[in-house]
């Protein structure tokens, strides 16, 4: 299963530790939601996922501030019971009181604090823990952002996508990553593609060996991660096959349940992969804009068509 550990997520997020005495070092995350407890503290128990990381606002101080002490207790004693709950963030700099963070150290639950509104820390941990905890494959080739889209070239071993990386490098397009993508599915309709921390930034290439993409061409040549929109499968030229010249219709590739345009390229000595990454890059984006190339041809060739049968007609 899938986890990040909590010392991750304070380092991360800036979070200030309140309860230091409690060992954190195996305590998990593995749920990418998070729960602010106001109706728990109220008594409510049903449907109460304990796993997710426990968010304390603004209402749910108030609420515990007008509490009587026995009533602290008894709230308290309640929510910080399960074994399962990772810990509990106060936003806004509040503080807990004594009580509350009595009743944490003796269950062991982790009490931190952020500087960040309620609703800011809790649109950035959501959105950082799905990309964290999100379902994640690995698959062999090679991702660039080429003018913002994301373009994963796949292909079979020696084919030459790291070298059309190179190119597109050179051309001032950004590498994410070289032999091995991590594809995570952080939705329904997005794929986020990274590099293994081993081959962070390098390309290797056949007959040079390993190049540090950062080193030679500088910071502005890599991306940590971007979402893949196109893929592009590189293959052998084969002259018995027929090979989409129009692309009237989208062909699709999946991976994890999402599906993603995929365009095959044949190989032949002398094609220029990366201005054919490039061209299939901004043709992507005009679709995505409203434009679509092949189907403004398309409608050409039949208003062509109508015309000289209207000729055809009146020269009878």
Same mark, same amino acid.
């Given at each position: 299963?899938?986890?990040?550990?909590?010392?991750?997520?304070?380092?991360?997020?800036?979070?200030?530790?309140?309860?230091?005495?409690?060992?954190?070092?195996?305590?998990?995350?593995?749920?990418?939601?998070?729960?602010?407890?106001?109706?728990?503290?109220?008594? !409510?128990?049903?449907? !109460?996922?304990?796993?997710?990381?426990?968010?304390?606002?603004?209402?749910?101080?108030?609420?515990?501030?007008?509490?009587?002490?026995?009533?602290?207790?008894?709230?308290?004693?309640?929510?910080?019971?399960?074994?399962?709950?990772?810990?509990?963030? !106060?936003?806004?700099?509040?503080?807990?009181?004594?009580?509350?963070?009595?009743?944490?150290?003796?269950?062991?639950?982790?009490?931190?604090?952020?500087?960040?509104?309620?609703?800011?820390?809790?649109?950035?941990?959501?959105?950082?823990?799905?990309?964290?905890?999100?379902?994640?494959?690995?698959?062999?080739?090679?991702?660039?952002?080429?003018?913002?889209?994301?373009?994963?070239?796949?292909?079979?071993?020696?084919?030459?996508?790291?070298?059309?990386?190179?190119?597109?490098?050179?051309?001032?397009?950004?590498?994410?990553?070289?032999?091995?993508?991590?594809?995570?599915?952080?939705?329904?309709?997005?794929?986020?593609?990274?590099?293994?921390?081993?081959?962070?930034?390098?390309?290797?290439?056949?007959?040079?060996?390993?190049?540090?993409?950062?080193?030679?061409?500088?910071?502005?040549?890599?991306?940590?991660?971007?979402?893949?929109?196109?893929?592009?499968?590189?293959?052998?030229?084969?002259?018995?096959?027929?090979?989409?010249?129009?692309?009237?219709?989208?062909?699709?590739?999946?991976?994890?349940?999402?599906?993603?345009?995929?365009?095959?390229?044949?190989?032949?000595?002398?094609?220029?992969?990366?201005?054919?990454?490039?061209?299939?890059?901004?043709?992507?984006?005009?679709?995505?804009?409203?434009?679509?190339?092949?189907?403004?041809?398309?409608?050409?060739?039949?208003?062509?068509?109508?015309?000289?049968?209207?000729?055809?007609?009146?020269?009878?």
């Amino acid at each position: 299963m899938a986890y990040v550990a909590l010392e991750t997520v304070i380092d991360k997020m800036k979070l200030e530790n309140l309860t230091p005495d409690i060992d954190i070092s195996k305590i998990k995350i593995t749920q990418p939601d998070i729960n602010r407890p106001a109706i728990q503290i109220a008594g !409510y128990y049903e449907h !109460y996922d304990a796993a997710r990381l426990q968010i304390i606002g603004f209402v749910e101080y108030t609420y515990m501030e007008n509490l009587s002490k026995k009533e602290k207790r008894e709230a308290y004693e309640k929510l910080l019971s399960f074994e399962e709950t990772p810990a509990v963030v !106060y936003c806004r700099e509040l503080m807990p009181d004594d009580v509350f963070l009595e009743i944490a150290n003796k269950h062991k639950v982790p009490v931190l604090m952020t500087k960040k509104s309620t609703s800011d820390f809790m649109a950035e941990i959501i959105r950082w823990l799905k990309v964290k905890l999100a379902p994640c494959i690995v698959v062999h080739g090679v991702l660039v952002d080429v003018y913002g889209e994301g373009v994963l070239i796949t292909g079979e071993s020696g084919i030459g996508k790291s070298e059309a990386a190179l190119e597109l490098i050179k051309r001032g397009h950004r590498l994410v990553s070289d032999d091995a993508v991590e594809i995570r599915k952080v939705s329904d309709d997005t794929l986020i593609g990274s590099a293994p921390d081993v081959t962070k930034h390098f390309i290797e290439l056949r007959g040079i060996g390993i190049v540090d993409v950062k080193t030679l061409f500088g910071v502005s040549s890599v991306k940590d991660t971007q979402s893949i929109d196109l893929v592009i499968r590189l293959e052998e030229w084969n002259r018995d096959k027929e090979y989409d010249r129009l692309g009237l219709e989208e062909q699709y590739t999946e991976y994890l349940g999402n599906k993603v345009v995929c365009h095959n390229i044949p190989i032949r000595p002398g094609r220029n992969l990366a201005i054919i990454c490039e061209s299939a890059a901004v043709n992507y984006r005009q679709k995505k804009m409203g434009y679509n190339a092949a189907q403004e041809f398309y409608k050409r060739i039949q208003e062509n068509f109508a015309k000289k049968r209207e000729e055809d007609e009146k020269n009878g």
